[in-house]
């Protein structure tokens, strides 16, 4: 199983040590969440399966890959992901160089994970209809992916087009990850139809049963699971088809890298 570090539910102060530590200890990669931009107001912002809005305007908002390139300076191994970004409420251009900048500067270890998003204000704020998300990251996707992979490339879409352009530099992996992320029906048709993965919200063994099985077999899967019981737990992770956990096992900041020290030791990752 590799495991994986949730930053975003670290205060940012904690996010290079945090990072440097999950590289040393042998935690195979660390998640960036992102947002383009809150809107004070909150009456669109109820996060799923909620009653309460899931964000503050106050929260300090950065962008995700640019972090991600910093923390690649301080790491070697430790894999660099979105979980996730909001392909398409940017030009696939935009989110394209991103990614295949992190790629190279990190020799390799950039991971897209994307998602349609939940939050209807900041695609208001953002001047994008919110109605034509799922279809927009579809064709972002495949426009992302021909950038990356294409000497050249024109395209005329729905929602994108553009005469033949040169993209350069590639990213390093001949193939780039990009996960899919979301609950719906519809994410899980995407995760398993144009991605290489889907990447979930925090479950239990149980809770993610239903989804895993609209997915279909053979769908590579990274999971959150925040309060595993302990190792013995993991295979039954693995019996699902799981091959990645994104844990957290601390519950302060300050924490974080003591916890993370414990768990590697636990769960075998420094032997």
Do not use: N
């Not at 964000?55 to 690649?72: E, G, N, R």
């Not at 251009?93 to 900048?101: C, G, K, P, Y």
């Amino acid at each position: 199983m590799k495991f994986g570090v949730p930053l975003g539910l670290l205060h940012p102060a904690a996010w290079k040590d945090v990072a440097v530590a999950a590289d040393e200890l042998g935690f195979e990669s660390v998640w960036l969440p992102e947002h383009l931009v809150f809107a004070t107001d909150l009456s669109s912002a109820v996060y799923p399966g909620t009653s309460d809005p899931g964000i503050k305007p106050s929260t300090p908002l950065f962008d995700a890959p640019a972090y991600l390139c910093w923390l690649a300076a301080f790491t070697s191994r430790v894999r660099l992901g979105t979980a996730v970004q909001l392909l398409a409420l940017r030009h696939p251009f935009m989110s394209a160089r991103a990614f295949a900048t992190l790629d190279v500067v990190s020799s390799g270890r950039a991971i897209c994970g994307v998602g349609a998003g939940w939050y209807r204000g900041e695609w208001e704020a953002a001047g994008v209809p919110y109605s034509t998300r799922g279809a927009r990251l579809d064709e972002a996707i495949e426009v992302v992916r021909r950038l990356w992979s294409e000497p050249v490339v024109a395209h005329s879409g729905r929602f994108y087009a553009f005469p033949e352009v040169a993209f350069e530099p590639k990213p390093v992996q001949p193939r780039l990850p990009v996960l899919g992320g979301g609950e719906s029906a519809a994410a899980l048709r995407r995760a398993a139809r144009l991605c290489d993965g889907w990447i979930s919200m925090p479950h239990t063994v149980e809770s993610i049963k239903p989804q895993i099985e609209l997915l279909g077999a053979g769908v590579p899967v990274t999971a959150h699971a925040y309060d595993l019981a302990g190792p013995e737990e993991v295979a039954a992770w693995e019996g699902l088809g799981v091959e990645r956990l994104i844990v957290r096992p601390w519950t302060r900041s300050r924490d974080a890298v003591s916890r993370l020290t414990a768990f590697a030791a636990e769960y075998g990752l420094l032997g």
